[in-house]
């Protein structure tokens, strides 16, 4: 309207792409909540499994062999940046999951990482070309402070979901909460909801 100045404007007006309460960051920060953890990649390997162990597990060159997709995604921080159009090379969930049984009642997952890191997310989030095991980013190895040699990569979630260090995701027939979750954090999190904390 007219009474608005083009200066107020201009900062009021909302990038389509960034979710409420989000600001845009050009930069590339390090979020840890621990050292960054060094994995030999000969003895590296990723397993899909449930509460009685793994079900199907790749070394480092099985992943990498794999078809891998190159996504190109935006990010979305809980501490409210985001990064658009980051890209990413990947095996996407869907193809690691077709390699193992899940049963009906199994609806949860529960990532792990090299350090003790946890995160939870519904087992249909992993699927439908939403989720990835990462291992490039911007057509280089992923370095190990944002991850590597592999990440999930779960865009459509706050960035916590996106665990570091992936090395185990666990099918669970109950949501067991992973460290941030435990610690405040809504359990889905999904930004354009402004699921940051419990109760939001
Ligand atoms: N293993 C592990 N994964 C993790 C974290 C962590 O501390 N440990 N931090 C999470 C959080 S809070 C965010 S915002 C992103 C940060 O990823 P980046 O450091 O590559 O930006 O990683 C997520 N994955
Ligand atoms: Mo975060």
Not at 34 to 43: A, E, H, Q, V
Not at 77 to 97: A, F, N, Y
């Amino acid at each position: 309207m007219a009474i608005v100045s083009r200066g107020f404007r201009g900062r009021r007006e909302a990038d389509p792409r960034l979710p409420p309460g989000q600001y845009l960051e050009r930069g590339f920060p390090v979020l840890s909540a621990g050292p960054t953890p060094r994995t030999d990649l000969s003895t590296w390997t990723f397993s899909i499994g449930g509460a009685a162990g793994p079900r199907a597990t790749w070394s480092w060159a099985e992943l990498t062999a794999l078809p891998a997709d190159d996504v190109v995604v935006d990010i979305h921080c809980v501490t409210k940046w985001t990064k658009l159009d980051t890209s990413w090379r990947g095996v996407s969930l869907d193809r690691l999951l077709d390699a193992v049984e899940v049963a009906d009642d199994e609806q949860y997952a529960l990532a792990h990482c090299d350090g003790g890191y946890t995160t939870n997310v519904p087992l249909a989030d992993l699927r439908g070309g939403r989720a990835w095991i990462a291992y490039q980013y911007d057509g280089a190895p992923l370095p190990p402070e944002h991850g590597g040699p592999a990440r999930l990569l779960i865009p459509h979630l706050y960035f916590w979901k996106s665990a570091k260090w992936i090395r185990r995701v666990d099918l669970l027939t109950d949501d067991q909460w992973g460290f941030w979750e435990k610690l405040g954090y809504h359990q889905y999190g999904d930004p354009w909801k402004e699921q940051r904390y419990w109760g939001d």
